[in-house]
């Protein structure tokens, strides 16, 4: 997981969380066990049977340091597991989103802003 802080130069009170989780992959019979092992340790990996936790616990601790007003912006590629899923385990929906096309198989950018409570009327 990565999280970076960046703060506005005009008002020195925005923060923005980037959250780019690792990618469980499904690999072809001719992958060799050297090209597997250098991706995992490039990118780490999510266990098929432990992503959906994984991820929620990741978005939440990003969630929880995000400042009101805050935003966070996702990163998804669905080469195994589809956008609607990721976000049925995160629980929130974005702001907006943009979606990349590479050889099919697309990569969204998905955009939070963490909004207290008590301001949606």
């Known amino acids: ?31 060799s066990a050297k090209k597997k092992a250098e991706f995992t340790k490039r990118y780490g990996r ?28 996702f990163k998804w590629n669905e080469f195994d597991i589809k956008k609607k ?7 929130k929906d974005p702001l907006f989103g943009h979606t990349t096309n590479r050889a099919t198989k697309n990569t969204h950018w998905l955009c939070f802003m963490k909004i207290p409570n008590n301001t949606i009327a």
């Open 46 to 73: 999510l266990k098929k049977d432990t992503w959906r936790d994984e991820i929620k616990k990741g978005f939440d601790e990003c969630w929880r340091v995000l400042e009101d007003y805050g935003i966070l912006i």
């Open 85 to 91: 899923e990721v976000l049925d385990v995160i629980g």
């Open 1 to 31: 997981m990565t999280t970076q802080k960046g703060i506005c130069v005009e008002c020195k009170n925005e923060y923005k969380y980037d959250y780019n989780p690792k990618y469980p992959r499904k690999y072809c019979p001719e992958c």
